[in-house]
């Protein structure tokens, strides 16, 4: 970001939009689960790819093509990351109306520390990093020295990691891959993704829904995975949300939540696998509070 200078304004009245990095190496199965998200999504959302040319997009989903951009039915946007971050954003913040959220995909041999600085350009947060890694290939790629520098990288820098391509391993298979992450990334939730809906589904969260964090899809969307909403006092005071999150269970890999408390002030309470946060939300951001949601590994 050094060569970039960023916008002396605020886009939309100082709103910030969710960003989240989707990392993994080649052939992880990115670019199926940003389809699969285009597909399915029922809220205005951006994706930005390196080529957007390898999304494919259903037809009767797109509304118009120009340069490197895709303009979407549903009010989605897919973008090019060919000119880099900084014109791709500069892009998304020309437009009059933010999207819900924006989703990253990054280059198979990215490394996510290196972009992780642009969930903080103006306009935008972090949402968090979601790691893809290829049950099997995993011993394959990690035999090489130049793959497993890359893939260690993507692993540690994650803080959710979804195994794919488990209906070609076996069982005893994907815990010695369990083992091996487990062995240089302890503490990163790891979760199983049978099929591209299911983490297209896990990215759901990241974003604002129409009606608020409430307004979410049932959890049988989400087979692989228990969603539940946990009660939240209104109005509850910031220590007192210390101790919900200190008491979620170690199976939550996600969770978000508005909160009020006594004074009046909005907090937005987020959970992406090992990074908990809860931070004040300005006036252009505040939502009506909401009960927590979570979605957790079913065991």
């Given at each position: 970001m050094t060569s970039y200078q960023e916008p002396e304004f605020l886009p939309w009245d100082g709103k910030r939009v969710p960003?989240?990095?989707v990392a993994g190496y080649l052939g992880a199965g990115k670019t199926t689960v940003i389809n699969t998200l285009l597909a399915t999504a029922d809220r205005p959302i951006a994706v930005l790819v390196n080529d957007v040319g390898e999304v494919n997009i259903d037809a009767r989903l797109i509304r118009s093509r120009h340069g490197d951009t895709i303009e979407l039915t549903d009010g989605?946007?897919?973008?090019?990351?060919?000119?880099?971050?900084?014109?791709?954003?500069?892009?998304?913040?020309?437009?009059?109306?933010?999207?819900?959220h924006v989703v990253v995909e990054l280059s198979g041999v990215a490394e996510?520390?290196?972009?992780?600085?642009?969930?903080?350009?103006?306009?935008?947060?972090?949402?968090?990093?979601?790691?893809?890694?290829?049950a099997d290939q995993f011993d394959n790629r990690m035999a090489d020295p130049i793959t497993e520098l890359t893939i260690t990288n993507q692993?540690?820098?994650?803080?959710?990691?979804?195994?794919?391509?488990?209906?070609?391993?076996?069982?005893e298979q994907r815990m010695h891959v369990v083992s091996k992450i487990n062995a240089f990334a302890a503490g990163v939730p790891i979760v199983d993704a049978t099929s591209a809906e299911d983490t297209a589904a896990?990215?759901?969260?990241?974003?604002?829904?129409?009606?608020?964090?409430d307004d979410l899809p049932q959890p049988s969307l989400f087979d692989p995975h228990v969603t539940a909403l946990i009660p939240l006092a209104d109005p509850i005071e910031r220590?007192?949300?210390?101790?919900?999150?200190?008491?979620?269970?170690?199976?939550?890999?996600?969770?978000?939540?508005i909160a009020r408390d006594s004074?009046?002030?909005?907090?937005?309470i987020q959970v992406v696998g090992k990074r908990r946060s809860?931070?004040?939300?300005?006036?252009?951001?505040?939502?009506?509070?909401?009960?927590?949601?979570t979605i957790s590994i079913r065991r």
């Open positions: 960003i989240t990095f989605c946007v897919c973008c090019s990351l060919s000119d880099g971050f900084g014109a791709a954003f500069d892009q998304l913040r020309a437009r009059e109306t933010p999207p819900d996510p520390s290196r972009v992780i600085p642009w969930g903080r350009s103006a306009g935008f947060k972090l949402d968090g990093v979601i790691t893809l890694v290829d692993i540690v820098a994650a803080d959710v990691v979804v195994l794919t391509k488990l209906d070609l391993v076996s069982q896990l990215l759901q969260l990241g974003g604002r829904r129409p009606n608020g964090i220590d007192a949300i210390d101790v919900v999150l200190a008491a979620l269970d170690a199976n939550v890999v996600r969770a978000k939540g004074g009046g002030n909005h907090w937005l809860i931070t004040a939300l300005p006036e252009a951001e505040l939502q009506q509070p909401t009960d927590l949601v």
